[in-house]
């Protein structure tokens, strides 16, 4: 109701002009134009379309005296049906020409993708140069293909971030490849690196981060017997895996039962991962940021976070943290930054993981390069990481959790796939 309210709201201000009324000159079509810019902003404000979830990149031209044509492209096409009907009442006719994705029959039904590479790099931008890293596949995670072009592939990762990867990185796949990957018995990596030795080949192992998944094959007292998603068959030895069946059952077990020994748990792990790589836009072993570490400490325990601090720091009830950060339990997360000042929001600087006793873990960018990870306490503030905003302790035994997934539940993951919905 408040999305028709508010496009009614604008476009009925628009039509009570005499210049709208008009329907002819230029500036009868400029405030018409204006009006459409203004309902396709707003439209994406009240869906709460992110650009770093969805694509959304709709514009508009005057076609005629009175019509109104629509271009573009986005993958909310629910959005922008409720868009279009919405501008029904503007007094000009609207034609929607906007692409929406994925166009199945143009990717031949290859809608979905697995990664073929230990780590599979996703970028911002369709061009590689000058583009940032935004988040990470590794080995066998599905990934939903929005568009195929001569440089990449536009795709949306479990997190459900958007960027452009290497299409010669990832194995194209279809609902019913996806699904024959998602049934088959799989095992996953457990170790820092796991090596793998591939098959009929002279060539050094492949060097897994922790996470990899590959389907298995037949299974001896010392190795696993696998095959990788381009279909290269390989060897691991089976103390550096486990079915990924049984992680699941395991960690979600876990988190029902004894969920503030779940949290402990993970800033537990989140405390052995010490020697990594500074890697922005990273989480895994190869190496990670801030945001990436806390990622990579609840990925181990099967939970998939958002990729972006903003959208962590949303995911449950602000929490002050009691005096100098007592209250805060091990496992819950701090942001710092600049509070909110009027209209406008906080800004987020830092993230870190609390320890309890008022201190908590954070990563620092060595000189060298590394991932530093150092305690920190609420009672020795420091200006650089900037003010404490809040904190909050993700419900970990809530199932309900609209936006926290594990790989025991993400669409991405079942049989048959689908897509989700996570705009934070």
């Known amino acids: 109701m408040q999305r028709r309210q508010w496009i009614g709201s604008v476009l009925a201000a628009l039509a009570a002009s005499r210049s709208w009324a008009s329907g002819t000159s230029d500036d009868a079509q400029a405030r018409i134009l204006d009006g459409v810019r203004r309902a396709v902003l707003e439209t994406a404000a009240l869906e709460g379309l992110d650009s770093r979830t969805c694509v959304w990149t709709i514009e508009s031209r005057m076609i005629g005296p009175n019509a109104v044509e629509l271009f573009g492209e986005t993958s909310e096409a629910s959005a922008l049906a409720r868009l279009v009907a919405g501008l029904g009442g503007i007094g000009a006719a609207v034609r929607s020409r906007v692409d929406i994705l994925p166009d ?239 209209e406008r929001g906080p800004e987020f600087s830092s993230l870190g993981m609390a320890l309890g006793r008022g201190e908590f873990l954070e990563v620092v960018r060595t000189r060298e390069g590394e991932a530093a990870l150092r305690r920190g306490s609420f009672a020795k503030p420091r200006r650089s990481r900037g003010a404490f905003l809040w904190a909050v302790r993700i419900e970990v035994a809530d199932m309900r959790h609209p936006y926290l997934y594990s790989t025991r539940t993400h669409g991405f993951y079942q049989a048959p796939p689908a897509e989700m919905r996570a705009h934070l």
């Open 104 to 342: 199945r029959a143009d990717l031949r039904e290859q809608v979905w993708a697995l990664a073929a590479r230990p780590v599979v790099s996703v970028r911002s931008t369709e061009a590689k140069e000058g583009a940032r890293q935004v988040d990470e596949l590794i080995l066998g995670m599905p990934a939903r293909v929005l568009k195929r072009t001569a440089a990449g592939v536009l795709l949306q990762t479990p997190s459900a971030r958007v960027g452009w990867a290497d299409a010669e990185a990832l194995r194209a796949a279809t609902d019913t490849t996806l699904l024959a990957w998602n049934r088959h018995e799989k095992i996953a990596s457990t170790g820092k690196s796991t090596a793998v030795r591939l098959e009929g080949t002279d060539a050094a192992a492949l060097e897994l981060p922790a996470g990899a998944v590959m389907e298995v094959v037949e299974s001896s007292a010392e190795d696993w017997f696998v095959r990788l998603p381009d279909g290269r068959r390989a060897r691991v030895r089976r103390a550096d895996a486990e079915l990924l069946e049984a992680r699941e059952i395991r960690e979600e077990d876990r988190r029902r039962s004894h969920p503030e020994q779940f949290l402990a748990d993970i800033a537990k792990t989140a405390r052995s991962l010490a020697g990594r790589p500074y890697r922005s836009g990273g989480w895994t072993d190869q190496g990670f940021d801030e945001v990436g570490f806390v990622r990579a400490a609840f990925f181990r325990h099967d939970l998939i976070l958002p990729s972006e601090m903003d959208q962590l720091a949303r995911m449950g009830r602000p929490l002050s943290g009691g005096r100098r950060g007592r209250d805060l339990k091990a496992g819950d997360l701090v942001f710092f930054g600049t509070p909110a000042r009027g």
